[in-house]
């Protein structure tokens, strides 16, 4: 196993490389980049104020407002100047290959860069909005397994039944309504929208949560994520919970199950000593790209909603502003975790059942 582990950390970083690179040069190569944002924002309605800024900042000749104002409101545009510090200002005063180069440089050693549009380093920014995604996805996930796996284990066990029947209608309603509309629906009916007032209707904290005991910072907490999560949980939940309960069928009809039941061994014994442990394999499997999904992607509506800045909601901003270095950053970011979090899906495997081999599997 350890020979399986150094091999996949050797390829971590040249596969992080090579997705970086793909999504460097098509969006470089897509229209409607940071300069063109600029420009957009120079020809509205704060034009002196932001060309002001963009010209002191890189060192670029000064324009009188009123010579400006003239040029933006004529058929020429912007002063050739003044859009060549833009570029600069972006690093597109360099050629594309150059630009890559910096990036994979930087990329190497953790240096993510700055933010074109908040000035602040991207390392920094996604520290600060780290802490609600892991919230939001790590007590996802805890509440979707808890859930999930026993009563796929009892929908194996009573297959056919009317508990079977009954669970299934309401797994499949709650998975053919969406997240987000869950979100709102738990909103309307209990943060104040139209009926009960019970929780937090914004954040992950209250404003004096600094002020409040240890005990009241864990309730004020659990508080403000008990919607968010519920909402979270609805998908996920239909999901594992009929992967579990087929899984189980699966292993239930072998010829080791019938063989252990001719010998008189206890259901229990049966289901849990022998069917649990192959039967969660398939569970295990998923595991890692789940919690990577909940984590950066499929909390990104559930943040907007709930008005909580997570790691989906910075990286949704940063692709309408074109802001790259975000864009690239929590990309590095996703896909490092999604790489790690694959790994240690396979050694869990092998910790569940010992017979899997990866030192024999080419990489």
Known sequence: MSKYISRRLLLLFPTLIGIITVNFFIVQLAPGGPVDQMIAQLTGQD?????????????????????????????QGLDPELIAAIEKQFGFDKPIQERYLMMVRDYLTFDLG???????????LIKERLPVSISLGLWSMLVIYL?????????????????DAWTSGVIFAG??????????FLIVLFAGGSYLDLF?????????FEDLTALGKIAD??????????????GGFATLTMLTKNSF?????????????????????????HVFRNAMLIVIAGFPSALVGILFTGALLIEVIFSLDGLGLLGFEAVLRRDYPIMFGTLFCFTLVGLVMTLVGDIVYTLVDPRIDFETRET
């Not at 010998?263 to 849990?272: A, D």
């Open 147 to 163: 859930l999930s796996i026993p009563l796929g284990v009892a929908k194996a066990v009573r297959d056919g039944t009317r508990f």
């Open 47 to 75: 034009q002196g104020g932001a060309a002001s800024r963009v010209a002191g900042a890189q060192g670029a000749p000064q324009t009188t407002g009123q010579s400006l104002q003239t040029q933006l409101a004529g058929a």
């Open 200 to 208: 937090p209707l914004t954040g992950l904290t209250s404003n004096n």
């Open 249 to 273: 069928l699966d292993e239930i009809s072998k010829q080791y199950v019938l063989t252990a039941r001719a010998k008189g061994i206890n259901q229990k014994r049966v289901l849990y000593g």
């Open 221 to 234: 907490y659990f508080w403000h994520l008990a919607l968010p999560v519920t909402a979270l949980t609805i």
């Open 114 to 124: 700055n933010s074109y549009f908040q000035d602040r380093p991207v390392l920094e």
């Open 175 to 184: 998975y053919a309504v969406p997240s987000f509309l869950f979100a709102v």
